[in-house]
């Protein structure tokens, strides 16, 4: 066990997933203390509120970030000796695509509310954040460099002054208003944090390249428009139930959603570090490359049936302690929440694949069938159903997006079948390394 962690400490991808792990660990344990106490004082219907504009908010953040993060790293990797003009000028782009995405999303709320300025203000400070979340394309650099403890270390900053902060407005009883600039608050922290020490660390000046820009939004823009449709199918259920049954069912609906997703920061911490990893395997080895890939998909997979399992044994215990009695209603969506999870963070793992194969055109037409179906299935199941319908919608369009719709397409259907011999694949991976262990038992 000692020479384990010894050599966990040695090997970069270990120690920088280790760094990310920690981070959401402490963010869920957050979010089950403060997160949970603010829903709780907040009550189903102000809770909802916030997550009403918060969805609003969240439909334009395809807008903000025009898919960039999805392939910085790949373009810092392909270019080492120009990634100051490809960071600087991505930057940029981003920074100018929120201020739109701000716009749009305050346009957007007056519009389907008018008659609601508490909404508005709510949306507004939400909004805020968005134009502000520039900063976080230097997690790509930070990434690219195994240095993620500082991206780290910012966020457990961020996240920790926002804990004291809904603390100090439990204490002074303080109106929904004031949570809801919590988000904001965050991102100035960690901002702040992750500007200081990329600009004290980096071995590089920032530029500006219009040809770099070019060529960014050349590979990008594709995630747009496939950001976009997730935005719908992820955020639609919220917005539609709000304007449909009303903000104490988006509550119950948050709550829910918040707990089914508590666990993602595992398979998401494998992942973001597994990117580099992979993708340098695709240069070198082929064979290489798709065993550590399917390795990836059947981890990801084992994760969520176990903690799918787990959800629908202990799901309204979590729900009762969390949240308290007022959000009972939320027990049944969670229980089929949980499983939409899994399906997201394959469709996660599946970007790798997709920059790695240079696919990322077909990104947009898997996640338009998904945002295309969850909105339809919205439309037909919330009003007969309410909340649990809107759960069936996420969880069927997750599972049209991960899976289904890159069936659709020949250049596609190579990853439905990677993913579906990884469950081979990693099962003889698990016998071999349970027939070792059994081996040295004896």
Do not use: D, H
């Given at each position: 066990m000692l020479d384990f962690l010894r050599k966990s400490r040695n090997n970069r991808f270990i120690n920088n997933t280790n760094w990310l792990i920690f981070q959401n660990i402490y963010s869920m344990g957050l979010s089950l203390v403060v997160g949970a106490l603010s829903a709780r004082y907040l009550g189903p219907s102000n809770y909802g509120l916030i997550g009403y504009g918060a969805s609003l908010v969240n439909l334009f953040t395809a807008i903000s970030q025009l898919g960039i993060d999805n392939v910085l790293l790949n373009e810092m990797m392909k270019h080492p000796e120009k990634k100051g003009h490809v960071m600087g000028t991505a930057l940029c782009m981003r920074a100018c695509s929120s201020v739109v995405s701000l716009i749009?999303?305050?346009?957007?709320?007056?519009?389907?509310?008018?008659?609601?300025?508490?909404?508005?203000?709510?949306?507004?400070?939400?909004?805020?954040?968005?134009?502000?979340?520039?900063?976080?394309?230097?997690?790509?650099?930070?990434?690219?460099?195994?240095?993620?403890?500082?991206?780290?270390?910012?966020?457990?900053?961020?996240?920790?002054?926002?804990?004291?902060w809904k603390i100090v407005l439990l204490i002074l009883q303080a109106s929904v208003v004031w949570f809801a600039a919590s988000t904001t608050i965050q991102v100035f922290v960690c901002g702040g944090i992750v500007i200081t020490v990329f600009l004290f660390t980096r071995d590089f000046k920032l530029g500006f390249s219009w040809q770099y820009a070019k060529d960014i939004f050349d590979q990008s823009r594709h995630y747009v428009l496939a950001g976009l449709a997730i935005a719908l199918y992820t955020q639609m259920d919220r917005v539609m139930l709000g304007k449909m049954m009303g903000e104490k069912e988006v509550g119950w609906y948050t709550a829910a959603m918040t707990v089914a997703m508590l666990w993602e920061f595992i398979p998401q911490a494998i992942i973001n570090s597994s990117r580099v990893v992979i993708l340098e395997k695709k240069k070198l080895d082929e064979t290489e490359y798709s065993d550590k890939l399917q390795l990836l998909l059947f981890?990801?997979?084992?994760?969520?049936?176990?903690?799918?399992?787990?959800?629908?044994?202990?799901?309204?215990?979590?729900?009762?302690?969390?949240?308290?009695?007022?959000?009972?209603?939320?027990?049944?969506?969670?229980?089929?929440?949980?499983?939409?999870?899994?399906?997201?963070?394959?469709?996660?793992?599946?970007?790798?694949?997709?920059?790695?194969?240079?696919?990322?055109?077909?990104?947009?037409?898997?996640?338009?069938?998904?945002?295309?179906?969850?909105?339809?299935?919205?439309?037909?199941?919330?009003?007969?159903?309410?909340?649990?319908?809107?759960?069936?919608?996420?969880?069927?369009?997750?599972?049209?997006?991960?899976?289904?719709?890159?069936?659709?397409?020949?250049?596609?259907?190579?990853?439905?079948?990677?993913?579906?011999?990884?469950?081979?694949?990693?099962?003889?991976?698990?016998?071999?390394?349970?027939?070792?262990?059994?081996?040295?038992?004896?």
């Open positions: 749009c999303a305050m346009f957007l709320v007056i519009l389907i509310e008018p008659g609601n300025p508490v909404l508005w203000f709510i949306t507004g400070i939400q909004a805020f954040a968005i134009a502000l979340r520039t900063y976080e394309l230097l997690n790509e650099w930070f990434l690219s460099e195994m240095k993620s403890k500082y991206y780290v270390m910012a966020n457990i900053c961020g996240q920790t002054v926002v804990g004291i981890v990801i997979s084992v994760l969520g049936i176990l903690v799918g399992a787990a959800v629908q044994i202990f799901g309204k215990l979590a729900v009762r302690i969390l949240y308290g009695k007022e959000y009972m209603a939320a027990v049944p969506v969670l229980k089929l929440l949980i499983w939409s999870t899994t399906f997201a963070m394959i469709g996660v793992a599946r970007n790798i694949w997709s920059v790695a194969e240079e696919k990322n055109q077909y990104s947009k037409n898997y996640t338009i069938c998904g945002g295309i179906f969850n909105l339809v299935s919205n439309a037909v199941t919330i009003p007969i159903w309410g909340i649990f319908g809107a759960a069936v919608s996420t969880l069927g369009a997750q599972i049209v997006v991960a899976l289904l719709s890159p069936m659709l397409w020949k250049e596609t259907r190579p990853f439905v079948r990677l993913y579906t011999t990884s469950w081979k694949k990693g099962a003889g991976y698990l016998k071999t390394v349970l027939k070792k262990r059994s081996s040295k038992q004896l």
